[in-house]
């Protein structure tokens, strides 16, 4: 049983609280602390964000610890951002194996698209603002976990751009880096966005901050297709004849979409939706439940552009 362990801040990830743990414990090597925290040293690539054998990191926690698995993986990983777009099985499965010791996949479990697809390196992310403030009022920087969801560009509480820190989130070696003004550098030219693009990405923020925080239950990709195909047979996109033929109008659809979110949100977002006019986002509306890996982000953007309301469209 571990001797002590940090009090969690709020929005903190739990991979920032091993890292203070391995701190303070003086340990000389982040193994060792991976033998502390959960009795065996894991490969997993994604535990950053998704930390998984936390049944044995609670079951080891000192005796007065009141840490439940629940709250570490609803308020403390990414699990409740991927659990988005699972149906209430997979979401089970996904948290059945973050709570367990895995061999498998995380990634494959959750239906990350994992990052063959020549994506540049994700580094952990912070405001500037909060690594002040909660060194002000904490005597300490942490990461938090909001600032880690995929698409979410802006610090929901100061609204600025995040900036990349230079700790890796996807990588085989195991590490405990906490944040500090070393590993958080805060550069002068930071990305500026016009307003239109600013109104655009906060927007997205609140969506998806939404959409972890409610509790929908996801009635699969097939489900999703038909939804979508009814929304665009509704705008005039598409026409549906007998026999499941069909008539997709994919250039109308990409300029009213490319319209809707503008060019430099996207590109923002994720390059390979301005690329190919608009292909990317077609393959998705249409093809949505043939990829074993899910894209969230362009879900939402989908179903946010087709239906005006996160939470209209899946009630
Ligand atoms: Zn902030």
Redesign the pocket.
Known sequence: MLSFFPTLYPDELLYSTLARYHIRSGNKNFKQTDLELFGYSSQQVCKVTLTNNLNYLVKNLPLRSQQTVDNLLQNHTLYPFYATFLIPQEAWLLKDSMSKKLSGSILEVAKVATGSSGESKKFLKF?????E?DTQQYGEPYW?RT?QVPGILF????G?VLCDSCVAVESKGIHYYAASLDNCLVITDVKSFTNQALKTLLTLTNDINLLIHSNFAFKGLVWLRTQYQRYLVNKGLLQIFPGGKFKFDEYAFSKLIFDFYGQESLEALNPKLTQHQGKYFSHCLLGCDLNPAIDRITHILMVKFLANSIEAFFQ
């Open positions: 405001c500037p603002k909060c690594l403030e938090h600032h610090c929901p509480i100061h600025v």
